[in-house]
Structures are given as C-alpha cells and as structure tokens.
C-alpha cells in the first residue's frame, strides 16, 4: 500500500479456559516465544510477550492489513495446537472465548512493554480479574459482568 504509513500499538490480553493455573514457570517461556513467532509470521511486528499462570499479554505493532480479530484467532488457535501436540499441560488445552484489546500511543510502548515483561511480580500484588477490570475501566470500555472472562478467585 503505497503512501500508507500507521503506528497501531495493540496490547491484547486473553486466559486459559476455565482460569487454570496451568501455564508454569517450565511452559511459559517456550509459549512465549511460540506466541511471538506467530506474530512475527502473520508480519506483525511483536514487541512483548508475556504473561503469568492463567493468561497472556501480546504487545505488537499491529500491519494494518490485518484485523485484530484474525491475528487473535490464529494466535490462540496455533498456540492451543502447538500446546496439545507437545503435551505441555495434561489434558486438553483451550483459551476461553474473547480477549481485551488496547491501543496504546508510541510514547506509552516502552512503559506497557515494562509492565508486561514484569507480569510475575506484578502478580504478586494484583489479581487477574483486578488487573483485567482495571484496563476496561482506564479505557472507559462499556462491559457486561456476563461476557467478561470467567474468574474464579
């Protein structure tokens, strides 16, 4: 596309069905780089990603030829599949329908990619479901308790 210049920071959240505690400390980092090499085939440009026991965080640059929607079911679709063929986890693995997408401005990436890398330790202070509501109401996103992530703390 010709003459066609964006910067769309994206940070998408989503977690793991039913909210299990399933990603350790062993599978996340392999998961991780998994996660960021789809982005990076799919030709977005990954900036971080990371996240903690029952969920993930993307922070890309998102190609404007792609929607957000696509680019989160091929995520979650090749990333369940890759978990499941290496049995990672036991039993099946699934993400729970949905994610929450934000869109940040470039003189915000350094401090949301920071945030991102430190998910552990940030997890030790705030739950999920306090993290989650929180992004929602700072972006003033209109939600229903009904179609929100299941939370089960």
């Known amino acids: 596309m010709a003459n066609t210049y964006t910067q769309l920071n994206i940070h998408v959240v989503f977690a793991v069905k039913g909210r299990e505690n399933i990603l350790t400390a062993a599978v996340r980092p392999e998961l991780f780089k998994y996660i960021s090499g789809i982005l990076t085939r799919t ?3 990954s900036l971080a990603v990371n996240g903690y026991k029952d969920h993930v965080h993307m922070f890309f640059a ?3 030829v792609n929607s957000l929607s696509e680019i989160v079911r091929i995520v979650k679709a090749n990333s ?3 978990i499941n063929e290496n049995r990672l986890i036991s039993g099946k693995f699934s993400w729970q329908e949905g ?5 940040y401005s470039r ?3 350094n401090d949301v990619i920071k945030y991102i890398m430190n998910q552990e330790e940030h997890h030790q202070r705030k739950t999920f479901r306090e993290e989650y509501l929180n ?4 972006a003033e996103i209109n939600y229903n308790e009904s179609y929100v992530f299941e939370f089960y703390e």
């Open 43 to 45: 030709n977005q440009f």
């Open 62 to 64: 998102l190609n404007p």
């Open 80 to 82: 369940s599949k890759w």
């Open 99 to 103: 994610y929450g997408g934000f869109s």
């Open 107 to 109: 003189s915000q990436r």
């Open 135 to 138: 992004y929602l109401k700072t």
